[in-house]
């Protein structure tokens, strides 16, 4: 059964209820997956929330840099231990997501995210750091779970042929969250709930108690929303021990995923370092922070044109003109976000002049260009967006200045609709090991704690405009999955 392009519609169980069929075909699909949209967005926000914690934990705690990114490591260390953990259940003991369900899997996710979000008020109260890593830990378990569950389920809710669409319109709604949690985060820790304008542990507590409340809010409403059940046609263990993983299109996308994530991690980890370069900027943290907008405010910008880009509608001529209005809109954004600024305890705007922005308007077209080259076909998408990528680096550290500056910016217009791509790809036609495929791919999130200290490492050595050149390899790789995915879905409809 593939989700991804030519899949029969699922049979109804006893089960099901009046629509779900419908539903998992494309009709009546809009609600539930608005419904779980949200997901994709609150999931993105708490993630990037650890931005703004890295600095607040290292000077409350007096950390070394090294214990502070222990926060990173908390955090994505739980993807790749409990996924581990899934993939195993599902072997031994089936998959449980085919036995639990999507939508209760959701709930208990955002439960677990909750709990997680709760236990930051003990952990400040006992002035522990290992109270706040565990905390961590457990509110990325929640996160993990809920990556595993909403990933594919949005991918399966709606017609087939519109699976990578749909998740990168969810992806664009989590780029959403990470552009706004640095926002967010910093007014309530640095401003709302610091005493006397200083900023101490207390000031942590009510502002996770919030994300945990709005965790457990949505909870009690993903419980109650009507979400069809998708219902594989078996859910026993398998006696076979690849399972998921003797599906070639499975183990290499796991590879990519790694590669991407990795990658995407590493650039926006020293973007701001690379800015500081004197051959390219000369930039302080302060303005070379400012700037690190565009690259997370292009990557929903892609990702939101490339939902529209690989749409299978009735009417395609109008395409165009939604994704030069989305990106122009979406631009807007962006600039907006730029200007806001916390000062003398108000919040206040100082915009970029605007002739500034005509590079990343330049490289906004590039990116729109290769949506139509491509002609949607997301194979094709992620071979070019990946060689797209190889070329901008390189022309990053070749040059200097303005140049150097706004191509490194841009790359994140290319990474945008990878994760999107590369998972639908990955788990096309692997039915009732669906889910059980998810867990793999997400357990690949780790290549975001790994490939930074790589990159770093030799930017140690070599200098970090150098280093941007580790993340190119990774990129042919992810190029030559595009092909490869191209050459296995034509070679399946030739059948």
Known sequence: MGWNTTAPEPRRKNDERPGESDAIAGKGAAGPFAAVTVLF?????????NDVLIPFLKSSFELSYFQAGLVQFAFFGAFFVISLIYFAFSVSGGDPINRIGYQRTIVAALVICAVGCGLFA?????????FFLGALFLLATGVTLLQIAANPYAAILGRPENASARLNLAQGLNSLGTTLAPIAGGLLLYEVFAKDGEVTLDAIQIPYLIYGGLFL????VMAFVHLPRIQPESSAPTDDAASALGFPQLTLGMVAIFMYVGSEV??????????GDP??????????SLYLAFYWGGAMIGRLCGAIAMAQTANPGRKPVLMVATAAVLLGLVYLVTALRFEDGRLQTSFLPIAELWPFVLMIILCLGAFAIARGK??????????TLCLLLLVAVCTTGKVALWVALGTGLFNSIMWSNIFTLAIDDLGEHTSQGSSLLVMMIVGGALLPLLMGAV???VGIRLA???PIPCYLYIAFYGWWSQRRIAAKGAA
């Open 41 to 49: 967005f609150f999931w993105g926000f708490i993630t990037v929330m």
């Open 266 to 275: 590493a650039i926006g980890s020293y973007l701001v370092s690379f800015m």
């Open 217 to 220: 809010a949505l909870a009690v």
């Open 122 to 130: 003990p952990a400040a109260a006992a002035k522990s750091y290992a």
């Open 468 to 470: 941007f050149l580790i």
């Open 378 to 387: 997301p194979s094709a998408v992620l071979a070019i967006f990946s060689g």
């Open 279 to 288: 051959a390219v900027m000369g930039w302080g943290e302060g303005i070379a």
């Open 459 to 461: 930017g140690d050595v």
